[in-house]
């Protein structure tokens, strides 16, 4: 199979999957229309990329592109969209990073603590000024607001417990029992986590509903001198409303993600926010980058290649149909011969009823297998016994509605 890799990747992770019998192109440097030319020369069915953005022209340079792996947990830098349209699945490394996001997630909530970078640039400069910088607030028995209670943000709950700090938070699936078990205080909403926390720390996936979700009504409810720290998505906070906040309330700032970054590893960037209150801390986009964190995700990658060499099936994919519109469930019970299921989806095809999903289930000795087929549309007695009685390897047929189950079984 053939694999182009269009980003850094570490050397391990290539080395196995040319061990696996992938035919590896390595190129780091490529990304737009270099990457989109590359993809249409190698012809590779697998395209691998961490930052590098895939656009729809990429996804569409060549037919046999049909799985893209973001080696890392986010994956708004691809056209989910066009690869949808594309019958493209795209999968990623959810979870891998957790402990390197959350290291800097404390690097950055100490370095606000104690002012690190304002003490070493006057140290740099030849000012000694002991008494301004031995005022650090300290952070056991502070409260931390957690917004985000995925792996990332419960790694970041696990280090604030060895801190001593007392702990809120709110995510969609929080429930009580979770809570308990993080030992900390579930919240109805993000604003009341903000208005009950001295630093509120945002973990939270990029999605159509947490887009802007950090909103000025939730900045409004800090109080004042409080830390905000955003190592997730740029998408999720408002940032005009972080710009006002952070001079009005004279906040702390620490990021690690923006609007508009750069795509490449090196370039000019402007950032607006970096000047918008007293006290802000950034970092460039490195929350995943640490080796342990990036021999994590090649690792993964080369998990999720494998199984799609071995099974077909894309593992941590990201944007299959949750619910598709099947309505009806066929099983046909057959022996394992070849014609039958062609025989079958020709009989389905020509009533104009449309195959929304299948599944042949070979059991064990090979001799028969069982063929689930959710349909659209229903289908009627007379197609049911013609699909059971014309072709001598099928036992039985059932049919139901998928609503009800309500089984019609045609031995």
Not at 85 to 110: Q, Y
Not at 138 to 143: D, F, I, Y
Not at 236 to 244: C, K
Not at 298 to 308: C, F, G, L, N, Q
Request: charged share 25%; net charge negative; glycine share 8%.
């Amino acid at each position: 199979m053939k694999v182009l890799i269009a980003d850094k990747f570490e050397e391990s992770g290539v080395e196995e999957l040319r061990a696996a019998g992938c035919d590896v192109t390595h190129d780091p440097e490529l990304s737009g229309d270099s990457l989109t030319a590359a993809i249409k020369q190698t012809r590779c069915r697998l395209l691998i990329v961490r930052g590098t953005r895939v656009t729809e022209a990429a996804l569409t340079a060549s037919d046999e592109l049909g799985v893209v792996v973001r080696a890392g947990a986010g994956y708004n830098t691809i056209d989910l969209v066009a690869a949808s349209r594309r019958s493209v699945l795209v999968a990623n490394c959810p979870g891998k990073n957790a402990v390197a996001v959350a290291e800097l997630t404390f690097a950055l909530i100490l370095g606000l603590d104690r002012l690190v970078v304002e003490n070493v640039t006057d140290l740099r400069e030849g000012c000694w000024n002991k008494k301004r910088y031995a005022k650090a607030r300290g952070l056991k028995g502070r409260t931390l607001g957690v917004v985000g209670l995925g792996t990332i943000g419960c790694a970041v709950v696990q280090r604030a417990a060895a801190f001593e700090m007392n702990i809120v938070a709110w995510s969609r699936s929080l429930t009580a029992e979770k809570a308990e078990r993080l030992g900390l205080i579930a919240c109805a909403s993000p604003a009341e986590v903000a208005s009950r926390c001295d630093i509120l720390t945002i973990h939270l996936a990029a999605a159509p509903e947490t887009k802007g979700l950090i909103d000025a009504d939730v900045l409004n409810r800090l109080k004042a001198g409080a830390y905000v720290i955003n190592t997730a998505r740029a998408d999720v906070m408002d940032y005009e409303a972080l710009a006002v906040a952070a001079g009005e309330r004279d906040l702390r700032v620490g990021l690690d993600v923006y609007p508009d970054e750069p795509a490449t590893g090196e370039a000019r960037f402007r950032c607006a926010i970096a000047h918008s209150g007293p006290i802000v801390y950034g970092t460039h986009h490195i929350g995943a980058s640490t080796d342990q964190a990036q021999e994590a995700i090649a690792a993964e990658t080369v998990r999720i290649v494998k199984a799609y060499m071995s099974t077909g099936r894309v593992e941590n994919c990201v944007n299959l149909c949750q619910r598709s519109a099947a309505r009806y469930v066929l099983v046909v019970r057959h022996r394992n011969r070849p014609g039958v299921l062609a025989y079958t989806l020709h009989a389905i095809s020509h009533a104009g009823v449309n195959v929304e999903e299948m599944e042949n289930v070979i059991c064990e000795g090979a001799e028969s297998a069982s063929a689930q087929i959710k349909l659209d549309a229903p289908l009627d007695d007379a197609l049911l016994r013609e699909i059971r009685d014309g072709n001598e390897h099928i036992f039985a047929v059932s049919f139901a509605s998928i609503d009800d189950r309500s089984d019609a079984d045609m031995p």
